[in-house]
C-alpha cells in the first residue's frame, strides 16, 4: 500500500498538479511537504490524494475497508527556516518510530530516493518488499 501511495503521489506531481518537496509514508499516517500554485487549494489537493489513493487501491488491491480518517492537519510553510525544520521532522520520522536507524534506509520516504540518486543506487525492487517484479522509479 506504501508503494501504491508513492506512485499516486508521483502521477499528481507528473501532472503538474503539485510539487512535492517531501514526503514520508508511515504505517498508520503520511506526512508531506507540498507546494500548491494558486488555483490548486490544500483541500483540493488532499482530496485528490486521498481520493486518488483509495480509488487505486480498491481498484488495485481489493482493499475493502476505510483508508482514511476524516480531515487532515494542515501547517502554512511561511519562510525557508520553517521549510528546513518540517523536511528535518519528515525525514526523521521513521528514525523517531524505530522503524530505521537512518532516514535514508526507509524505502518510503524522499530521504531514500534522494540518496539512491545521489549515490547512484538502484532503486528497491518492489520484490524486496511485497514479491513482484516491477522496480521502483
Request: avoid cysteine.
Amino acid at each position: 500500500m506504501a508503494l501504491l501511495m508513492i506512485e499516486v503521489l508521483r502521477s499528481y506531481v507528473t501532472a503538474g498538479k503539485l510539487v512535492l518537496h517531501d514526503f514520508v509514508v508511515m504505517p498508520d499516517h503520511i506526512h508531506l511537504l507540498l507546494s500548491l500554485d494558486q488555483m490548486m487549494s490544500v483541500e483540493k489537493a488532499m482530496q485528490l490524494i486521498k481520493g486518488g489513493f483509495s480509488y487505486r487501491a480498491k481498484k488495485e488491491l481489493g482493499y475493502t475497508g476505510d483508508v482514511w480518517q476524516p480531515g487532515f492537519s494542515e501547517v502554512r510553510i511561511l519562510d525557508r527556516k520553517s521549510f528546513l525544520q518540517h523536511r528535518k521532522y519528515i525525514e526523521q520520522n521513521p528514525v523517531k518510530a524505530r522503524l530505521v536507524d537512518s532516514p535514508e534506509k526507509f524505502p518510503y520516504s524522499s530521504a531514500y530516493f534522494k540518496h539512491q540518486k545521489r549515490t547512484g543506487a538502484k532503486a528497491q525492487n518492489k520484490s524486496d518488499v511485497d514479491g513482484t517484479a516491477k522496480a521502483i522509479p
